[in-house]
């Protein structure tokens, strides 16, 4: 298990052993999801000055193709996973009147879920990424222009 603490720390935790491990000891394990807002996967979702307290969650996709952040901005970006470079591109979506407090994407892919933190409200944004039984390379990947979850094509090229 991997977890971020609360002094911004990536741990890692052999559940079976009740142990931690050291990082480089879980290097090459292949995680089924990601949530954690610090780890090498996510490194490039930070908006600069940000002092590590502006992303509140994130969830990659069931394809590990696609990265979704929760802000305190009240933005919700979709990012390319991993998101590896410094100030990586991304869109930004808005919806909620304050901070987002968690984000996570359907199994299919084809929703992203948001609740806000003051503004108590859920969000389910709808995507035309999903894959709905197909394969993920059978699938175009941009999102639908009939919601407030949009990407232009040349803007997804350009990604």
Known sequence: MVVNSQAYELMFIDVANKKQL??????????????CVLGFPVQGIWPPCSDFTDVNAVCRSQSQR?????EDSGLVKLFRYPCTVERAQYSEYRGHSSHVTKVKFSADERYVITTGGNDKT???WETDFGFGGAEPA??????????????????????
């Open 22 to 35: 050291p990082a480089s000891s879980a290097k090459d394990i292949q995680w089924q999801t990601w949530t």
């Open 66 to 70: 696609f990265l979704a952040t929760a």
């Open 122 to 124: 859920v969000i389910v």
């Open 138 to 159: 059978q699938e175009e990947e941009h999102i639908s222009e009939h919601n407030p979850f949009v990407m232009e094509d040349d803007e997804m090229e350009d990604f």
